[in-house]
């Protein structure tokens, strides 16, 4: 019988699954689906680096390959709104965005998240994210994608909702758990204490796996991706 340890959380001991085999019966050693957490905190181990971190053995277990990505406590500019990442698909400033839209190619899903800043995403998850997005629907579309704030008291819900955002201007599944996506904490132990929030965390990603390994089921058996008019942009200004 193997044992499931789930890294560093308060149920270390705690055989969810028997096996392997129980939690997927068609599980297979292969890597080939991967999931970007990208950590937007300035700690790189943090509450929010916590809570990412809870969904990892669960990706393994499923044998979807996890990634954490933190972006760095270095300033992060706002979008210059130059138009340059339309022609190239890179940014011009060249910094983590552009680190992070390399592997994005690659992905498969992603997990978006953000210490709760006066009930908003981190300003620079919030620069991050407006640069690695804007013009690139390409790269995110189709692709499961889910957001997580830790906060250490309030204004989780409205940060949550930030992050959501960006996933559905760009045709993203959004990957839902049984509660919002949300830890409370000052610190990594005492984020391991919210056990409603590690739980949440647990069960976000089994449903992530879930939706990855349909999407690609339904290729496999020749289910056809949405097909998608030319968008038809149309700016409230007349004359
Ligand atoms: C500038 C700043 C603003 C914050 N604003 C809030 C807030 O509005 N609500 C809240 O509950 N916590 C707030 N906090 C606390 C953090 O969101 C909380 O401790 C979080 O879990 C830290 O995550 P991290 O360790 O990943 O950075 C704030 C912290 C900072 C530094």
Same mark, same amino acid.
């Given at each position: 019988?193997?044992? *499931?340890? !789930?890294?560093?959380?308060p149920? +270390? ?15 297979? =050693?292969?890597?080939h ?10 700690? +790189? ?8 971190k ?11 390959? @996890? /990634? *954490?990505?933190?972006?760095g406590?270095?300033?992060? @500019? ?14 011009? #400033? ?10 994005? %190619? +690659? ?27 804007y013009?690139?629907n390409s790269?995110?579309?189709?692709k499961?994608?889910?957001g $997580?704030v830790?906060?250490?008291r309030?204004? %989780?819900?409205?940060?949550?909702? =930030? ?5 559905t201007i760009?045709?993203?599944? $959004?990957?839902a758990? &049984?509660?919002?996506?949300? $830890?409370?904490?000052?610190t990594?132990? /005492?984020?391991? &204490?919210? !056990? /409603? ?8 990603? &089994?449903?992530? @796996? ?13 289910? &056809? ?5 030319p ?5 409230? #200004?007349?004359?």
């Open positions: 019988m193997k044992e *499931i340890i !789930l890294n560093g959380g149920h +270390e001991h705690v055989n969810i699954y028997s096996t392997l085999e129980d939690l997927n019966p068609i599980f297979e =050693e292969r890597k689906m991967k999931v970007i957490l990208v950590n937007g905190s300035p700690h +790189e181990h943090g509450c929010t680096y916590t809570a990412l809870e969904m990892c053995p669960i990706f393994e277990a499923h044998g979807i390959e @996890s /990634e *954490i990505f933190w972006i406590n270095k300033p992060i @500019s706002g979008c210059i709104a130059c138009g340059g990442c339309k022609k190239t698909g890179r940014c011009v #400033i060249n910094d983590s965005v552009n680190l992070f839209l390399d592997k994005a %190619a +690659e992905a498969d899903g992603f997990i978006f998240g953000s210490p709760v800043h006066y009930a908003a995403i981190s300003g620079a998850l919030s620069s991050f994210m407006d640069r690695a997005f013009g690139k790269l995110f579309a189709d499961p994608a889910a $997580v830790s906060c250490r309030g204004g %989780a819900s409205a940060a949550f909702d =930030e992050i959501n955002k960006y996933f760009n045709n993203m599944p $959004v990957v758990s &049984q509660y919002w996506n949300q $830890v409370h904490g000052t990594p132990e /005492e984020v391991l &204490q919210d !056990l /409603e929030g590690m739980q949440t965390m647990r069960t976000l990603a &089994q449903n992530m @796996s879930w939706l990855l390994k349909c999407i690609e089921a339904g290729d496999k058996a020749g289910v &056809q991706r949405p097909q998608r008019e968008k038809t942009p149309t700016n409230f #200004i007349r004359k």
